[in-house]
């Protein structure tokens, strides 16, 4: 039997986390490790913030961790190969039957058609910085961190933001397709799947799948790219019911989307690239409105996976949609296949303390 454990997410610990967190001495993680050991659960800790631990039963000790699927939710599980921190890190999805999957087009658009609420699958959790992303390109599409010249990519904290200001993910079966030109942005589209910003009070874990209803949406435009940002909430969280446009959030949560808005426009800075650009002069469209950008975007992916338009270097392979809507539909051993290529899940390496580091410019 292997042994199964998840490390906490990387925080870099500063007073805003602090003020938002229960500040956690060595005593209390102490205790922690101490009822987990007894009750047979064996937590990796490298933070100060327990409330943030993945814990899983302990089968026993191993020089390294061989980590197995990680169960999310009722109906979909994450299994991680390579090293983690590292070029050879991938994420891989398996649904209810143990069938692998890709998360950018197995996973169903909705959770409730009728009452739009959608899932989401999370590539970010809110506070790190590793740059994470559903590989479009790669066979499954596994989330894996985004690389350049070479090096893995860490967003840049632009003062006063810490990492990433909610949980970021995408909503699967969805695509911005880059030959269709926008009429608001007057921009094609990125060639990814649609964005969303989960502005939820929970910490949300690299992977998972949750049900969002969305309040809102941001057009960015990147590098003249058309790049939306969805804006909703996991229906969970304890203040779902009394968030349900984008008015809301101005009035309950002041000050978060201009937040928002001054993170996505200066983000790339750092990076000795320009200030991005918005549609409808910086302002956030309400639900109505975002809920038809997404429906559009899902119909440039229905062609996308049906093989009716130029896929290009993305990787459609799939198990779940039906052969007759879709000729990339792969065995379940070509799945596994595809996944028997990648490393074993291997020891962390080493987050560069460069992530750590503010950048402070002068608002224009």
């Not at 090096?151 to 880059?178: M, S």
């Amino acid at each position: 039997m292997q042994t199964s454990t998840h490390t906490f997410p990387h925080f870099w610990h500063f007073p805003l986390l602090s003020s938002i967190f229960p500040i956690a001495s060595e005593a209390i993680i102490g205790k922690v490790r101490m009822r987990c050991a007894l009750s047979g659960y064996l937590p990796t800790l490298q933070t100060s913030f327990p409330s943030a631990a993945i814990l899983r039963p302990r089968a026993r000790q191993q020089r390294l961790r061989q980590r197995t699927s990680l169960k999310l939710n009722m109906s979909f599980t994450v299994e991680e190969r390579g090293n983690p921190n590292s070029l050879s890190y991938r994420l891989f999805f398996k649904n209810a039957e143990g069938k692998y999957i890709s998360p950018f087009h197995d996973i169903p658009i909705y959770a409730d058609e009728s009452q739009n609420i959608f899932h989401m699958v999370v590539e970010v959790p809110r506070w790190t910085n590793a740059k994470m992303e559903i590989a479009t390109k790669d066979p499954l599409n596994p989330i894996k961190q985004d690389v350049k010249k070479g090096k893995l990519r860490y967003v840049a904290n632009v003062f006063p933001h810490k990492g990433y200001i909610w949980n970021y993910g995408a909503i699967p079966q969805t695509w911005e397709d880059p030959a269709h030109k926008d009429g608001d942005t007057d921009c094609c589209g990125d060639n990814d799947p649609i964005d969303v910003c989960e502005i939820g009070s929970k910490v949300c874990s690299r992977g998972e799948v949750i049900t969002v209803k969305v309040l809102g949406i941001l057009a960015m435009i990147d590098e003249g790219e058309t790049d939306w940002k969805v804006i909703a909430i996991n229906v969970e969280d304890p203040e779902a019911n009394n968030l349900n446009n984008i008015s809301d959030v101005q009035r309950l949560k002041p000050g978060y989307l201009e937040s928002t808005v001054d993170w996505f426009r200066r983000y790339k800075v750092p990076d000795g690239k320009p200030e991005n650009r918005f549609a409808f002069n910086d302002e956030f469209k309400d639900k109505d409105f975002a809920i038809e950008v997404i429906k559009s975007t899902h119909n440039f992916w229905k062609a996308l996976i049906s093989q009716k338009t130029n896929a290009g270097e993305l990787n459609c392979k799939n198990t779940c949609v039906s052969a007759s809507d879709s000729p990339y539909c792969c065995s379940v051993d070509e799945a596994k296949a595809v996944v028997g290529e990648t490393c074993p899940c291997g020891k962390d390496e080493d987050i560069p303390s460069s992530v750590d580091k503010w950048f402070y410019y002068e608002r224009k």
